[in-house]
């Protein structure tokens, strides 16, 4: 699997948007970017994942740069619930995900 | 999405003493699933991959015989931590593969153990 790297925190003003940024410069064709959260002593949460076009639902919007070496997630309107270490994973398909640090997301009123 | 739960939610336990995790598939079959194990301020670390009707495979480091895993049916897989001693004090995650569609992954609550 690809390697990302996330910056280790970021802050948010409340219905604000949050965008997190990840690095995935040596992603190869056939893997997806997906995202997950944890909110503390809770199990993962799945958000999102795309290949190669922006993704959206009812969570949140994924952007991929034309050259897939980037990413963001974007929450739209932040709330306090939104609160959590995001993880972006890179893997093909069918393969477990291994999780990294991630970035701890807080969201302040 | 789908759900996957878990049970117990929390468990505390003597040393020495057993414990059976459940984690189940609610709304669609698994043919996979996954154990991970978390501690506090890391991230998670999976301990092994369960398939249907196989027997699992332990990651590097991940005793087989301590921790026991049965993948009996497609909704549910079991973790027992056999002999159960402080250090295995942990929070417990399962992981079940929608192996159809757009094959991601869902997770579970998670188990806390504490062992006394």
């Known amino acids: 699997d690809a390697k990302t790297t996330q910056p280790t925190s970021m802050d948010c003003a409340e219905g604000r948007a949050a965008n997190l940024p990840c690095n995935h410069s040596?992603?190869?064709?056939?893997?997806?970017v997906y995202w997950y959260r944890q909110i503390h002593s809770q199990g993962p949460q799945y958000i999102i994942h795309?290949?190669?076009n922006n993704e959206t639902n009812e969570m949140a919007s994924l952007i991929i740069t034309e050259d897939r070496k980037s990413s963001t997630l974007i929450l739209p309107h932040a709330t306090l619930r939104d609160t959590a270490v995001y993880y972006c994973?890179?893997?093909?398909?069918?393969?477990?995900?291994?999780f990294g640090r991630g970035t701890s997301l807080i969201v302040h009123p | 999405g789908a759900v996957v739960s878990q049970h117990p939610s929390w468990v505390i336990c003597k040393s020495g003493t057993s414990v059976k995790i459940e984690c189940r598939s609610l709304?669609?079959?698994?043919?996979?699933m996954f154990w991970y194990r978390q501690f506090p301020k890391q991230s998670l670390m999976l301990m092994a991959t369960?398939?249907?009707?196989?027997?699992?495979?332990?990651e590097q480091g991940v005793e087989k015989d301590k921790f026991l895993i049965n993948h009996a049916s497609l909704t549910l897989s079991t973790l027992t931590v056999t002999s159960a001693h402080p250090e295995d004090s942990s929070f417990y995650i399962c992981?079940?593969?929608?192996?159809?569609?757009?094959?991601?992954?869902?997770f579970g609550p998670g188990t806390r153990l504490t062992v006394l």
């Open positions: 992981s079940a593969r929608d192996g159809q569609g757009t094959d991601t992954q869902y």
């Open positions: 040596t992603i190869s064709g056939n893997e997806y």
């Open positions: 795309g290949l190669k």
């Open positions: 994973i890179v893997r093909v398909a069918g393969y477990i995900p291994t």
């Open positions: 709304d669609f079959q698994a043919t996979t």
């Open positions: 369960s398939n249907e009707g196989s027997k699992a495979t332990y």
